[in-house]
């Protein structure tokens, strides 16, 4: 796959893929039954995911104890809004020059700030945990404070045992301009100056290849970044999950 290719500079690989997993869309079911919606699904649109997202937010005496989304504000995360609405980073094969300030990218992060100063259906900074790590915003969810959130595949590793409803996942909402997601991975790398090179060597080796991968895959529900594998992947959990998105 594409993914191993991240990880070579200058005609030589300096680490190896981790896993790869797309971003999807996680989303409580029992608060979609609550509130008479229905569910997330492929056409979805930026207005259906603020127009639902309101419904779900859900207040108690003025304070907001639930919110209808949750979206991480750091850049790599954003950047799939940004490509949602045509824009980029940078230019295709130009990574000296920052796109940021174009129209489309301007209009993609305005999105997502106005989810949470305009409307407020997504938590601004002291309502909930913070929306910049992973374990934060997993426990949000978790705790039933967000009604839907973006993350990777790893969630599913602990959600069925640690959330006291039912979800389902579901693909990101299509942009203005086009559907787009991003695969994310870790690598497995060797310092340079360790007094071990070659146990290190083999060892990294050993994580990134079948065995290790496996072990990743099934337990910690990191689709391998190793082809066969990981097209063995949504066959892992229960068919009540949309594990194919």
């Known amino acids: ?11 030589k690989r300096i680490a190896a893929p981790k896993y790869t997993s797309p971003m999807v869309l996680y989303y409580n079911v029992d608060a ?3 509130a008479g919606l229905g569910y997330p699904h492929k056409d979805w649109t930026w207005d259906d995911l603020l127009n639902v997202s309101q419904k779900l937010t859900k207040k108690e005496n003025g304070r907001v104890v639930r919110f209808g989304f949750q979206e991480s504000i ?23 020059i920052c796109i940021l300030d174009e129209p489309e990218a301007i209009e993609a992060m305005q999105f997502i700030g106005d989810l949470i100063w305009k409307y407020n259906i997504s938590p601004r900074p002291g309502q909930a945990l913070t929306t910049a790590t992973d374990e934060a915003q997993e426990a949000n969810f978790m705790a039933g404070r967000v009604a839907m959130q973006e993350q990777g595949s790893w969630p599913m590793a602990y959600y069925p045992e640690q959330c006291k409803f039912e ?7 299509k942009g203005p301009v086009k559907k787009a997601t991003m695969l994310t991975t870790d690598c497995f790398a060797v310092y340079k100056n360790t007094k071990y090179p070659d146990l290190a060597a083999e060892l990294a080796i050993f994580a990134s290849g079948p065995v290790g991968a496996w072990w990743n895959q ?15 992947f949504p066959g892992m959990f229960p068919e009540k999950y949309n594990a194919q998105v």
């Open 167 to 173: 979800f389902n996942v579901a693909h990101l909402p």
């Open 74 to 96: 750091t850049l790599y995360r954003l950047v799939m809004w940004i490509w949602q609405n045509g824009g980029g980073i940078s230019p295709e094969g130009n990574r000296s």
């Open 1 to 11: 796959p594409a993914i191993w290719n991240w990880f070579v500079y200058e005609g």
């Open 32 to 34: 979609f039954n609550e």
């Open 218 to 232: 099934k337990y910690a529900a990191m689709q391998s970044a190793l082809k066969p594998m990981a097209e063995q």
